[in-house]
């Protein structure tokens, strides 16, 4: 062979054992790890990172402050005392000095501290006999380094398995970085990374150097040389698996947009204006503004995927009225969707009512109909004879439309990718608008939601109450019945809000949680005796339920003792205070979706939360963050930190791959930035065709194509 290599070279693809340096043993850790070939181990990020202090000089060593050192060990001796007593004493040695350092009973350590060995120590050192000593310092062995560095590193923190120790990780990858880091080939595009950066910077993004090329960026995200290098590397993998995501979904709602027919609406002003009339009151600049983008995007062919998001009370559901009428205007069903019968009910009725005095014809679907009821509205509906349509969402699933021009459902919290295109009729798919009073994060919106446009109404309508929320302490419960009793007497109504329908009598743990049902037969005995109280959960018959909130709305029941089915959009106004038990059961986005039903009124609603018997402090903490932060989307916010992408808001049931080195929250930026760039690039370039992108149109299949359906871009 005229190649002269003296090992044999390793590829990507190279099986983890065949690495001289590994071996079979190691191989199998590793595979636990994920990691099969040389290329996994490339890409195998670190977690995190240890940014050691920067060395001292031993002559300048201070009793009681902790140092970091760089040195070689220059004597060791072990003396045992007893089997499991032993002393182990070395010395590390510069040539600014030399410092004692000693180990009780870890005689192992006699192995690893070997003379001559280099090392980096981190301690405290104290004075000892003659002069300092460090006891039980960290370690890091820096052998692989050759001696070469007179400053610490920053040192990789890799995530590990059992048997395998954070040093020998490091020691694996370090094989495989100098035979491959220099021939990897290149995946974003140099005009790509420099227009990143750009946009980084242009976003206050403090970025000193540029993001780094592939070659560069491997070896830096493994090994930095320091801080700026280290950022420049991590940038560069965010940014290029934030621009894959992104790439992913511009592409799907750029073969949506193409592939799906709609009808365009007509938007005069004319019948603006005479939708508009027909509101009691004046619209807020926020409705306002989402009925433009509402009209805007309905009178495009292709679909309007929009979801309307905003505090409970905000005013959506008027937003939603608007773009029916729309439809309607234009010779075109529309259809309403609720999660439950009574907020179906409830729609239908504030519908019948604003359009009394028109043609306008509206159709209920829900579980109550007679068989003959139902089959009727069935008929009217695929005939074309109603209008408006409103049922529950398991029911108009399914059901034939004349002309469906829009499709709104109501109160959707939990949907991912890929839940639409169910209603297509005749060939024309209906425009969509959602409403969730869930606020999603920024972060959640551009990714789970990524092919959705989002409107958000922040400010309330006017008149509307304050709520003020307090942390029910201690002894406070019977002081606060009695502040519950004088709002009753004063004519209000109240709500009592517990987790479940009844105790369960075969798990222990749960016992404390409360249940409507004791509470009620507790409250309606004792504290409440004299005044009227009801009970309302989800395991009562429909016409029962509707009985119940039909009289409290009426003001014929004081207090109500519910579940959450009171959490959807029921609407009493003259209802200004509730009590939550068993809080730490609900999340901050439920509590907050529950204190919304008592701000409905010019008064002030209160709401107490109580825990089911003593908390930890963490519980305590997050109450309290309910009993402070009055606005949604801080609480959405604070609810996604605290628990995560995947359980807020269906990541995990939305199918996306998890994320390897970005992280949605934190690198929210980024993910801007690669997301305006994404979409530019398919704007010019739909399929990804040139040249320059093969690479990034081959990750993009690899990682999307069949949760997203972009497959078909071949
Ligand atoms: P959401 O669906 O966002 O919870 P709704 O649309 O049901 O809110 O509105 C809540 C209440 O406020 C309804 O009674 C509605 O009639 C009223 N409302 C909505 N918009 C306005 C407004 N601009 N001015 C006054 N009241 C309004
Ligand atoms: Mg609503």
């Known amino acids: 062979m005229e190649d002269s290599k003296s090992e044999p070279s390793i590829t990507l693809g190279s099986p983890a054992a065949s690495i001289a340096g590994i071996g079979n043993l190691r191989a199998q850790l590793l595979q636990r790890l994920n990691l099969r070939t040389a290329g996994d181990m490339l890409f195998f990020f670190p977690r995190d990172y240890e940014f050691p202090a920067p060395p001292c000089r031993i002559d300048q060593l201070k009793e009681g402050v902790e140092a970091s050192l760089i ?95 954070q040093h020998e990780i490091r020691r694996i990858i370090q094989l495989v970085i100098e035979p491959l880091a220099d021939d990897l080939p290149e995946v974003l595009p140099t005009e790509l990374r420099d227009l990143a950066t750009q946009r980084l910077r242009a976003a206050e993004f403090s970025l000193q150097l540029p993001l780094l090329e592939i070659n560069q960026a491997i070896k830096q995200i493994h090994w930095p040389d320091d801080k700026d290098h ?188 890929g839940q639409r295109g169910s209603f297509r009729s005749g060939g024309v798919d209906p425009h969509y608008l959602v409403m969730s009073a869930t606020p999603i994060p920024r972060s959640v919106a551009m990714t789970v939601f990524g092919d959705t446009e989002l409107t958000t109404l922040r400010e309330k309508p006017p008149g509307r109450g304050t709520v003020k929320t307090y942390l029910g302490r201690g002894q406070w419960t019977q002081r606060w019945w009695g502040f519950v009793k004088q709002r009753l007497d004063e004519g209000r109504q109240a709500y009592v809000v517990a987790p479940r329908v009844a105790s369960s009598s075969d798990s222990d743990e749960d016992e404390d949680v409360s249940s409507v049902l004791t509470v009620f037969k507790e409250l309606s005995q004792k504290q409440f005796a004299d005044y009227s109280v009801a009970l309302l959960h989800g395991k009562m018959p429909n016409d029962e339920k ?60 209160h709401v107490c939360v109580f825990t089911s018997g003593e908390q930890n402090p963490d519980e305590i903490e997050r109450l309290k963050t309910f009993e402070t932060v009055h ?75 069949s949760t997203l359906n972009v497959g078909d871009v071949t």
């Open 230 to 417: 280290l950022k420049a590397a991590r940038m560069r993998f965010v940014f290029q698996e934030l621009l894959v995501m992104q790439l992913a979904l511009a592409t799907r709602r750029k073969s949506l947009q193409d592939s799906m027919q709609s009808v365009s609406m007509e938007t005069s002003n004319l019948l603006d204006t005479r939708i508009i009339n027909r509101f009691p009151f004046e619209l807020t600049d926020d409705q306002r503004s989402a009925m433009r983008q509402i009209s805007e995007d309905m009178s495009r062919k292709y679909p309007m995927n929009r979801l309307l998001q905003g505090d409970v009370g905000s005013g959506k559901t008027v937003v939603a009225i608007y773009g029916m009428m729309l439809a309607v205007g234009n010779k075109q069903q529309a259809a309403l969707m609720a999660p439950t019968e009574v907020l179906a009910r409830q729609h239908y009725e504030t519908l019948t009512r604003m359009l009394a005095d028109s043609r306008v014809t509206i159709g209920l679907l829900c579980g109550s109909l007679s068989a003959k009821e139902r089959r009727d509205t069935l008929a009217a509906v695929a005939g074309g004879e109603v209008d408006l349509i409103v049922g529950t969402q398991s029911l108009l699933h399914g059901i034939e439309f004349a002309n469906l021009g829009l499709c709104v459902i109501d109160e959707q919290h939990k949907f991912g990718v």
């Open 546 to 605: 509707q009985r119940v909130m039909e009289s409290f709305a009426d003001g014929e029941i004081d207090l109500l003792v519910t579940t959450t089915v009171i959490e959807v959009g029921i609407d009493v106004p003259n209802a200004t205070v509730m009590t939550i038990m068993s809080a730490e059961r609900f999340g901050l986005a439920q509590l907050h979706q529950l204190r919304g039903r008592i701000s409905r009124s010019s008064h002030t609603g």
């Open 71 to 165: 040195g070689t060990i220059a004597d060791v001796e072990l003396r045992s005392s007893s089997p499991t007593r032993s002393i182990l004493g070395a010395v590390l040695e510069n040539e600014t000095g030399a410092i004692r350092i000693v180990f009780f009973n870890q005689p192992f350590r006699a192995e690893q501290l070997t003379y001559g060995r280099k090392l980096m120590i981190q301690g405290t050192p104290k004075v000892s006999g003659m002069g300092l000593q460090m006891s039980h310092p960290k370690i890091t062995y820096l052998d692989k380094t050759d001696g070469e560095i007179e400053t610490p590193r920053i040192l990789p923190i890799y995530p590990l398995t059992e048997g395998m120790k």
């Open 631 to 705: 606005d949604g989307f801080e609480l959405a916010e604070a609810d996604f930190k605290l628990r995560g992408p995947g359980d807020v808001l269906g990541w995990r049931q939305s199918g996306m791959p998890a994320m390897r080195i970005a992280d949605i929250v934190e690198d929210i930026d980024v993910l801007q930035v690669a997301r305006q760039i994404a979409q530019d690039i398919i704007d010019q370039d739909p399929k990804l065709e040139s040249e320059s992108y093969q690479s990034l149109r081959k990750q993009m299949m690899r990682r999307y194509a």
